[in-house]
């Protein structure tokens, strides 16, 4: 409000009143000046004002932006990051973007309004512009990413390795006998897509099989696995495994092939990314490469805490990588020992 009263030639108060839209002010001042702070994002601090007249400490609290509460691994993120905060005396807010861009945009907003210490995000799935990530930077509030990570922004990020844990499941279909692999994939522009393809290739070119184009789908969720794998399966030159983005994709696969009357895994082996609840409940149980959510949540919190209390320079990125591991099960063949 000082910068803004300063710009304007007013005073912090007649700011203070005009943004309230206090009617002591002339209507062509008020909006004089709520249309200035418009343009410049301005967002009463809503926490500053009641401290203000409370006199109390500031609570310490980080936001947290999930893309869906139903996922089990956001929700297995969250566990993590909520037991990594209790332990070090903070609170959490927690926000779904429910994957859309202009809710994730207003979730921010709000975030700021109530001046959270720092806020920890996975971005929505269609979010295609930086820009209430970046003024949240700019004023000051540190963000950590974590899954689905913002490479329009130089910010510090926790992933599990998506590229590594893409080529082991591949690399393990193949030593199984598998030569036809489908890829059910997410949208290309997404980071962790982009990595489990190119393991998914790089595998499949180390061994000298070509990667085909007709085997290589856009398909992130059971509904669209089950809508367009019939297809697939019926071919002449069906495939005899598929590699999906996630469980409950592989698991929309899995249903599809039993329907078809296909064995899994003689005719058909299916490998998923998550290692959830839903991998053991399924028949048979899902080969699937674990992601390790817990531990996801805390290396995330403790980033940002560290960037909170100064121990990481907010200018200074930190990136950290958790590991993930194979789950073999009973969708995919074992290896025939020599």
Not at 16 to 25: E, F, G, M, T, Y
Not at 124 to 135: C, I, N, S, V
């Amino acid at each position: 409000m000082k910068d803004i009263a300063r710009e304007l030639g007013v005073s912090v108060a007649t700011v203070s009143r005009a943004l309230k839209d206090n009617p002591s002010i002339s209507q062509e001042q008020r909006e004089r000046i709520q249309a200035y702070a418009r343009e410049r994002h301005f967002l009463p601090n809503v926490l500053a004002e009641s401290l203000r007249k409370s006199r109390v400490a500031a609570p310490k609290i980080i936001g947290v932006i999930v893309p869906q509460f139903t996922h089990y691994y956001f929700s297995t993120i969250l566990t993590g990051i909520e037991e990594e905060a209790s332990s070090r005396g903070y609170s959490i807010l927690v926000a779904q973007s429910d994957e859309r861009y202009e809710r994730e945009e207003s979730i921010c907003q709000s975030l700021f309004k109530h001046r959270v210490c720092g806020v920890i995000v996975s971005q929505a799935k269609d979010t295609m512009r930086y820009e209430h990530f970046q003024r949240l930077l700019e004023a000051g509030v540190p963000l950590v990413f974590y899954d689905r990570i913002c490479t329009g922004l130089n910010t510090s990020r926790v992933v599990v390795d998506d590229y590594m844990g893409a080529m082991t499941a591949v690399n393990y279909l193949i030593e199984t006998g598998c030569r036809r692999i489908a890829f059910y994939g997410s949208d290309m522009h997404l980071e962790i897509s982009k990595n489990r393809y190119n393991g998914y290739r790089d595998a499949m070119h180390k061994a000298g099989l070509t990667v085909n184009d007709s085997l290589v789908f856009e398909c992130d969720n059971r509904a669209l696995a089950e809508e367009i794998t019939p297809e697939l399966l019926q071919r002449s030159n069906r495939p005899d495994a598929v590699f999906a983005v996630n469980d409950d994709t592989a698991i929309g696969v899995l249903y599809t092939a039993k329907r078809l009357g296909l064995r899994v895994p003689e005719d058909l082996s299916i490998c998923g990314f998550t290692n959830g609840e839903r991998a053991v409940a399924c028949d048979p149980m899902l080969t699937t490469v674990e992601q390790r959510g817990k531990q996801v949540g805390m290396e995330a919190v403790r980033i940002l805490l560290d960037h909170v209390e100064g121990v990481i320079p907010l200018d200074k990125v930190e990136k950290r990588v958790v590991r993930t591991r194979l789950i073999v099960r009973g969708t995919t063949r074992k290896v025939e020992k020599s």
